[in-house]
């Protein structure tokens, strides 16, 4: 533990810049041991180059077409597959969560089909579409389906029931009462599910291409491997990490924004 | 009345989708003849003579089954250990975020050439293909959970001088076990994913690889059989984790139900 200061245990003390240049600090650090390794002869500099290798090549790739193609590529693949999911599970989970009866019912078959590992698909997606991007799709959806489908239903499940049969007395509609009590409710957890989704999404994109062949990234760094580029294959490995890196950082500020109003960001804005 | 209330409606609740669910698939292939689509029985004849009969069970299944439990061992523990060395000490964490939250975004799946490329291929590559996806969602909610403990509480186990081991493992484990929890579930499903793609990519034997062998050879109610084993592997393990986390977790259950109520 760290030596607390008298009357002072937690050390608020530290000045706001400092987490982030230990952070700075921290990769420095990681990169130095990554260039150190090869160059010592810790591990064999063919299999593992030195970071400032790895790091020219990421960015002589940013100025080749390819990479922005395989860039491009993987984005479609996510972006559209999540789209998908995300509407037709949205869509089934306030029908099944708003109804007790569809509720008791599908609640075996979802706890069942939810656990398969959509790499379990694979085979099936190379029957059925071969390397084009819809075998990708099949992945994405299966996985990022059940990540904002159990979400929704949490949510659904949360609705006051007050609120409801308020609402119900008042005479609101099946689509108000949805509008105007249920879509509140559901929201904060349709945004973890689909902050879920998006990063499955993007390992999915990115399996389907190492694995199935399919374009994008995936199978950039599979062709690099397999054609000895290995310093190349690092670099795209690396890019690989920095999109996955930002569209984290996006799903949490498009979280954020969209629920400003919930009472889960308000907080965090206060404290 | 009272018997249909308690014993007929649940069970009814539990098989009647999938029963309708199968039929209507049985319905569809007895009027079809496509390829892709197996008949029910035939499958099952299939999944019997493919996967319990054969060698199969011994020779591919267990040794994938081997490497998954080794690789999400291994995960858990270093995950845990390193969480808690990480987590206790601020300035330790502050310098190690950043780096973390990349190995977190990567796509665990690219770290397989990787490992190919430095460890060889071979059961430890695919355990070490294991542990280093898995370990990053038990490693971050480690800290994660060690950050956010009750000042209070560590205040009062402070004054009661309850320090060094004692204080791991009766104060911060316990406060932390919710978000570890969380990690290791997620971790389940990443370990499986890897699993499977380690062997279609560089093996020559496990689940997988077989598997893809079915597709290549167009051996198609094989192949569903094995996308079925699959299943029934990711079914098993979610439920062994529940019935592991409600008794890790009871008391955190009974707590949030308390809260509940109030």
């Known amino acids: 533990m760290a030596t ?9 003390g530290d000045p706001p810049w400092m987490a982030p240049a230990l952070g700075a600090a921290g990769i420095m650090g990681f990169l130095l041991l990554w260039e150190m390794v090869p160059r010592v002869g810790m591990v064999d500099g063919r299999y593992l180059p030195p970071a400032s290798e790895v790091i020219l090549a990421a960015i002589e790739n940013l100025g080749g077409g390819d990479f922005w193609q395989a860039v491009t590529d993987t984005m479609q693949a996510w972006a559209i597959g999540l789209g998908i999911a995300a509407v037709s599970a949205t869509v089934l989970g306030l029908v099944i969560g708003m109804s007790p009866f569809l509720k008791r019912y599908t609640h075996s078959t979802i706890e069942f089909l939810r656990p398969i590992p959509s790499v379990a698909l694979i085979p099936l997606a190379v029957l059925l579409f071969g390397i084009g991007m819809e075998s990708a799709l099949l992945l994405i959806i299966y996985a990022c389906f059940w990540q904002v489908l159990i979400q929704v239903l949490y949510g659904v499940g949360d ?12 005479g609101f509609s099946y689509v108000q009462r949805i509008r105007d009590v249920v879509v509140p409710t559901v929201l904060p957890y349709f945004m973890t599910g689909i902050r879920l ?28 491997q397999q054609g000895g580029a290995i310093t190349n294959m690092y670099a795209l490995i690396l890019a690989t990490g920095i999109l996955g890196v930002l569209i984290n950082l996006a799903a949490r500020a498009v979280e954020k924004r969209v629920l400003s109003w919930h009472t889960s960001v308000r907080g965090e804005l206060a404290a | 009345m009272s018997i249909f209330n308690r014993v007929i409606s649940p069970v009814l609740a539990l098989v009647a989708l999938p029963i309708l669910l199968i039929g209507a698939w049985w319905i569809y292939t007895l009027n079809s003849t496509s390829f892709f689509v197996p008949e029910p029985v035939g ?20 040794p994938s089954l081997r490497r998954l439990g080794m690789g999400l061992a291994l995960a858990i523990v270093l995950g845990i250990l390193l969480g808690l060395l990480i987590g206790l000490n601020r300035t330790v964490r502050a310098l190690t975020e950043p780096v973390f939250e990349f190995f977190r975004a990567l796509p665990p799946p690219v770290l397989i050439p990787v490992l190919m490329l430095l460890i060889g291929v071979g059961n430890t590559m695919q355990v070490a293909v294991i542990v280093s996806g898995c370990i990053w969602p038990i490693l971050l909610n480690t800290i994660e959970g060690v950050r956010g403990i009750d000042p209070v509480q560590s205040e009062t186990s402070r004054s009661y001088g309850i320090s060094g081991f004692s204080r791991v493992r ?23 994913i890897l699993m499977v793609i380690s062997e279609m990519f560089a093996t020559s034997s496990g689940l997988g690889f077989t598997i893809v062998q079915f597709q290549r050879s167009f ?3 094989e192949m569903w059989s094995g996308i079925a084993v699959l299943g029934i592997i990711g079914v098993t393990l979610s439920f062994i984790f529940q019935f592991v986390e409600r008794r890790v977790l009871r008391w955190y259950h009974g707590l949030k139900e308390v809260e509940n109520a109030a």
């Open chain 1, 4 to 12: 607390p200061k008298r009357g002072k245990p937690r050390r608020t």
């Open chain 1, 159 to 170: 609705v006051d029931s007050v609120a409801m049969q308020t609402a119900q007395s008042y």
């Open chain 1, 197 to 224: 989704g998006a990063a499955v999404a993007l390992i999915l994109a990115i399996t389907a291409g190492l694995v199935i062949g399919s374009p994008g990234l995936g199978s950039s760094i599979a062709r690099a």
């Open chain 2, 43 to 62: 499958l099952v004849e299939t999944f019997i003579s493919t996967w319990i009969t054969g060698e199969r069970l011994t020779a591919d299944v267990l």
């Open chain 2, 170 to 192: 009766y104060q911060i484990l316990p406060a932390a076990a919710p978000p570890i929890m969380a990690g290791v579930r997620q971790s389940l499903s990443i370990a499986l």
């Open chain 2, 219 to 221: 051996a198609i109610p």
